[in-house]
């Protein structure tokens, strides 16, 4: 396989994973470990996914300022200097151009595919394949191209694309984006056939996403092109102006409005991994459908359960449970029903009401 000098990729790990708690903290987001139990983290399985057509020196990290050392220990293939920290959560617009500057520094012609740290993806074949095909649009046409995934079932959970038909084409153009629909709007998207879920994954010529940037967002664009990057000034410009940038999505920002958005279908086996229903989901399980990754639980008359014990050596024996999330680590457990994941965030925000709540968070 030949590698393009001029691709790239951005692996986006700044998020904290809160539906992911009390395996996934403030400190030890879920980005950061094994969720389901492969002996790779997820995002060292992102970089293991695209390792395979790009050389280490062309993957960069953007993440929160806190998580840099913690990504390097993970990631030792990447150079340091290609791992990037964010001052503050600015949500993905704003990182995006970031890198889309830092990259063009080095390559005013680089072709870059953007990927959430925290997605698992059964078919990375077909995952690569489609990479690939994305990239040569990407490097031809004044495109800013997304993957949407093949849908199994009408979930609530994913944001929609809804593409325009065209005869034997790979891509196709958007018609619309529609964040997370009611089930009723689900189900008719399912049905139309012209639908896909978005998948966050974005692939586009750093050409083509500055434009887009200087039309649609031309204030955080002017902010960003202050900076000199990949200098020694660079860190404390983006510090200065950091505080002053919108906070928005990129889809929000750009993607909904601009008019050259396209789409590559793609049957992935492809999870977000956002909840730990989603987990459950995609787990080993036992004959009763309990997914559990310690040797020393015993369960009676339980199904359906999705157990985690951080302490791999502690017995535990359930009895009686049928459909619950079960989770225990050092400081903290939680046992709620699958069907309540959704409600773990109002959970935190509860705890934090505690005097010094906030250590369990």
């Not at 925290?118 to 191209?145: P, S």
């Not at 997304?146 to 593409?163: E, N, V």
Request: charged share 25%; net charge negative; hydrophobic share 40%.
């Amino acid at each position: 396989m030949v590698l393009n000098s001029s691709n790239y990729c951005v692996i986006m790990a700044g998020g904290i994973g809160s539906r992911f708690w009390p395996m996934s903290t403030q400190k030890f987001p879920k980005q950061f470990q094994d969720i389901l139990g492969t002996g790779r983290t997820m995002i060292q399985q992102t970089y293991d996914r695209i390792s395979n057509i790009l050389p280490p020196g062309n993957i960069f990290v953007i993440t929160n300022k806190e998580y840099t050392e913690l990504t390097a220990q993970q990631l030792p293939e990447i150079p340091v200097e290609n791992i990037v920290g964010e001052p503050m959560m600015k949500n993905t617009a704003a990182c995006n151009l970031y890198m889309a500057n830092k990259i063009a520094a080095i390559d005013p012609d680089a072709n870059i595919i953007v990927l959430p740290a925290d997605h698992l993806i059964l078919k990375e074949t077909v995952f690569l394949e489609k990479v690939e095909f994305a990239f040569e649009l990407a490097a031809e046409n004044d495109y800013l191209i997304t993957m949407g995934i093949t849908p199994t079932r009408p979930d609530t959970g994913y944001g929609y694309i809804q593409f325009v038909e065209e005869k034997n084409a790979g891509a196709f153009k958007v018609k619309t984006f529609t964040e997370k629909p009611s089930l009723e709007f689900a189900r008719t998207f399912i049905e139309s056939g012209d639908f896909l879920w978005n998948a966050g994954i974005f692939i586009w010529n750093v050409k083509s996403i500055y434009k887009a940037f200087a039309e649609y967002l031309s204030e955080m664009t002017e902010h960003f092109s202050s900076c000199e990057y990949n200098t020694e000034g660079e860190r404390r410009c983006i510090e200065t102006i950091y505080p002053k940038v919108n906070k928005i999505s990129i889809d929000n920002g750009i993607l909904e409005k601009a008019t050259n958005v396209y789409v590559i279908p793609a049957d992935l086996g492809w999870s977000d991994l956002g909840t730990w229903t989603s987990v459950y989901e995609n787990a080993e399980k036992d004959e009763a459908r309990n997914a559990i990754n310690s040797k020393y639980v015993l369960s009676y008359n339980s199904k359906g359960n999705i157990i985690r014990f951080k302490n791999h050596n502690k017995a535990a024996i359930i009895d009686g449970l049928k459909n619950y999330i079960i989770v225990d680590t050092d400081k903290a457990l939680l046992i709620c029903p699958r069907n309540n994941d959704q409600l773990i965030k109002e959970y935190i925000q509860d705890l934090k009401n505690f005097k010094k709540g906030d250590k369990f968070i």
